[in-house]
């Protein structure tokens, strides 16, 4: 037997939607989970091989805030994909938004579930070569969005030293940072 979906109920729609989940374990208990139900997300590391360096976005993060941590973490770009989209095209409709950056091709670099005991979030992960001559507009993110992002360049040798000592702290820019230094690592040299 396995654990199975009795009911559930809504206690908030807005920006994400929250839900209280009624669940019969295997073994017949009856047990209640709270779940954020945000949908797929993607997230993607623009790089320029040439110059080495590699865009990523800095915005105030309110649940920071309520944890006690920075206002804001140094991130890849990154959103939520719309229905129907393809996460590659997302991805680049991201990074255009966001870094102002456009983007020809992203590599897949897999997916995940970043917090699954909370969420039902699955992030597809991408890396992204560009050029200087991409950049074709200021980034920032959407106004209606209230987004307000400041765009930075930042040497690739730079985020490796920060995933090092631990101070790379968007698990999301991690992973990306790390798979790139594995798949080329003579960027980071």
């Known amino acids: 037997m396995t654990t199975t979906i009795i009911d559930a109920r809504t206690v908030h729609d807005g920006f994400t939607c929250y839900r ?49 941590g920075p206002e804001a973490l140094t991130e890849v770009p990154a959103g939520l994909l719309e229905d129907g989209e393809d996460p590659a095209a997302c991805a680049a409709r991201e990074a255009l938004e ?24 699955k992030v597809h992960l991408f890396l992204a070569p560009f050029h200087a001559a991409d950049r074709i507009a200021a980034g920032g993110g959407l ?22 000592a631990g101070t790379l702290l968007d698990m999301k820019t991690l992973v990306l940072v790390q798979t790139l230094r594995l798949r080329r690592p003579e960027l980071f040299a």
Not at 28 to 54: F, K, M, N, S, T
Not at 98 to 121: F, I, K, N, W
Not at 150 to 158: C, G, K, M, Q, S
């Open 143 to 164: 106004a209606e969005e209230h987004e307000d992002i400041t765009v930075l360049e930042v040497p690739l040798a730079e985020l490796a030293a920060q995933a090092d």
């Open 98 to 121: 966001e870094a102002g950056v456009r983007l020809d091709r992203a590599e897949p670099a897999g997916a995940a579930y970043p917090m699954p005991g909370l969420s039902t979030e």
């Open 20 to 68: 209280v989940f009624r669940l019969r374990t295997p073994d017949g208990q009856v047990i209640l989970r709270e779940v954020e139900d945000h949908g797929p997300a993607v997230a993607v590391l623009p790089y320029d091989p040439e110059r080495r360096i590699a865009l990523l976005v800095r915005q105030m993060r309110p649940p920071l805030l309520v944890a006690g």
